[in-house]
């Protein structure tokens, strides 16, 4: 059986050690792409006036597909008929990257971080999301890994998570990643999956055969991007975005 990880909380801090910042986490169940985008944009102005704490969104959306700022249009593969047929949205993305899919069975994370004053780094920053998905994934007994060259999170050729990210002024970052948990894996024929012709997708279910809920693999998600970041985990209700 697999055993949740364990993040160092703030009352086991050794002597001496400076508080970790905090990071509010949220399991928000299943969300429309428009309405996460419009959360975010609210919490990426609350983070940048210091009126809210580091944010973890992690959710899943209904079947759409977005478009990343070097998203080409031969890259979604379904037609407008075969879109409308299997209830496939399209929708301009302000992250980084090329086309994605999102739908049930997989898991979006959305940190609204502030990067200052030591992470004001993209790369890192891109690193360390693809170490969190990888720790994570090792808690549910998949070992996956880097593939030089590529953003993202891949078992063998085959990718199980993509990553697309943005940062604001302030280095205030939005977007984020999508892990496929028991993704019906079919939906990625509609497109070329981060414009990447080669290789193919998997996700966790496929991999082990365990079908874990989300918001089991989001729980261990957030303790190791906590761990990763170096935050002290607290998780909240969504009630608790109002403050947005």
């Not at 944010?55 to 979604?76: D, N, Q, Y």
């Not at 739908?103 to 200052?116: A, C, F, R």
């Not at 999508?178 to 290789?199: Q, Y």
């Amino acid at each position: 059986m697999r055993e949740a990880p364990q993040l160092e909380g703030e009352g086991r801090r050794p002597r001496g050690a400076p508080a970790r910042p905090a990071l509010e986490t949220c399991w928000l169940g299943r969300v429309a792409y428009a309405d996460a985008t419009r959360l975010q944009a609210r919490l990426v102005r609350a983070r940048r006036e210091a009126t809210v704490k580091d944010r973890l969104l992690l959710l899943e959306h209904p079947h759409v597909i977005t478009l990343g700022a070097s998203a080409r249009e031969e890259h979604v593969l379904a037609d407008a008929a075969e879109r409308a047929l299997l209830g496939i949205d399209v929708v301009e993305s302000g992250r980084g990257g090329d086309v994605t899919y999102h739908g049930p069975g997989q898991l979006v994370g959305y940190p609204i971080l502030d990067l200052k004053p030591d992470r004001c780094d993209l790369h890192r920053y891109v690193r360390d999301i693809e170490t969190v998905l990888i720790d994570g994934l090792a808690d549910w007994g998949v070992r996956a890994r880097r593939i030089s060259g590529h953003t993202g999170v891949w078992v063998g050729r085959n990718k199980i998570a993509a990553i697309g990210v943005r940062v604001s002024s302030g280095w205030i970052t939005s977007h984020g990643f999508a892990l496929n948990v028991h993704t019906d894996l079919r939906f990625f024929d509609t497109i070329v999956p981060c414009g990447i012709r080669e290789g193919g997708v998997t996700s966790l279910a496929q991999e082990t055969g365990r079908r874990g809920t989300l918001e089991e693999v989001a729980d261990t998600i957030a303790v190791r991007f906590a761990a990763t970041f170096e935050r002290s985990l607290r998780r909240i209700l969504p009630e608790g975005l109002a403050t947005a």
